[in-house]
T-cell receptor
Framework: QKEVEQNSGPLSVPEGAIASLNCTYS??????FFWYRQYSGKSPELIMF????GDKEDGRFTAQLNKASQYVSLLIRDSQPSDSATYLCAVKGVGNTGKLIFGQGTTLQVKP | DADVTQTPRNRITKTGKRIMLECSQT?????MYWYRQDPGLGLQLIYYSFDVKDINKGEISDGYSVSRQAQAKFSLSLESAIPNQTALYFC??????????????FGPGTRLTVL
């Protein structure tokens, strides 16, 4: 079992819809959870992080964390074609090592 | 100017050649990382460094070596390149603040092709 798992997709949604991206992790001691967006051929950029159970909202983005189920998700409301990218889930483990474990990424396609 | 820079941005080399990828940062961060990315595999950690005297292996260090020349510079070397090292390579940095939040900032990447 991979430490961080994502469905590689592609996930296709129509413009204006809600896109739901999911991620599971195996280390129950994981502390922090990150969502990076990566456009094709570009570097990853952080869009959300969360470390407490529940929801965290930032504009059109909502991150949801359920530590009991070892599950983190990203919701994108009012999806736009410019949201089309690969979304990487990353997990920081116990301690202050700074290391992140990345999932393989989910490709999102928003169709006009 | 970009906070994290990588050189070269693209490189084509031949099997058996030695190649060095360089990373520089102006963010003042102590921690630096090297990742490789293959299609459909996300980012895999090659090496990471917490300061100039602290170098650690990541998930896939075989065939690679690194040098932390200064706080701001972290180089990745392939001593004898092989075709399955063809990939996109990213350098990243983070600060050493404690606690849960530890964002990593990525350079623009180096696309390496080994023929």
């Amino acid at each position: 079992q991979k430490e961080v798992e994502q469905n590689s997709g592609p996930l296709s949604v129509p413009e204006g819809a809600i896109a739901s991206l999911n991620c599971t992790y195996s280390d129950r001691g994981s502390q922090s959870f990150f969502w990076y967006r990566q456009y094709s051929g570009k570097s990853p950029e952080l869009i959300m992080f969360i470390y407490s159970n529940g929801d965290k909202e930032d504009g059109r983005f909502t991150a949801q964390l359920n530590k009991a189920s070892q599950y983190v998700s990203l919701l994108i409301r009012d999806s736009q074609p410019s949201d089309s990218a690969t979304y990487l889930c990353a997990v920081k483990g116990v301690g202050n090592t700074g290391k992140l474990i990345f999932g393989q990424g989910t490709t999102l396609q928003v169709k006009p | 100017d970009a906070d994290v820079t990588q050189t070269p941005r693209n490189r084509i080399t031949k099997t058996g050649k030695r190649i060095m990828l360089e990373c520089s940062q102006t963010k003042g961060h102590d921690r630096m990382y090297w990742y490789r990315q293959d299609p459909g595999l996300g980012l895999q950690l090659i090496y990471y460094s917490f300061d100039v005297k602290d170098i650690n292996k990541g998930e896939i260090s075989d065939g690679y070596s690194v040098s932390r020349q200064a706080q701001a510079k972290f180089s990745l070397s392939l001593e004898s390149a092989i075709p399955n090292q063809t990939a996109l390579y990213f350098c990243a940095t983070s600060d050493q603040s404690g606690g849960s939040y530890n964002e990593q900032f990525f350079g623009p990447g180096t696309r390496l092709t080994v023929l």
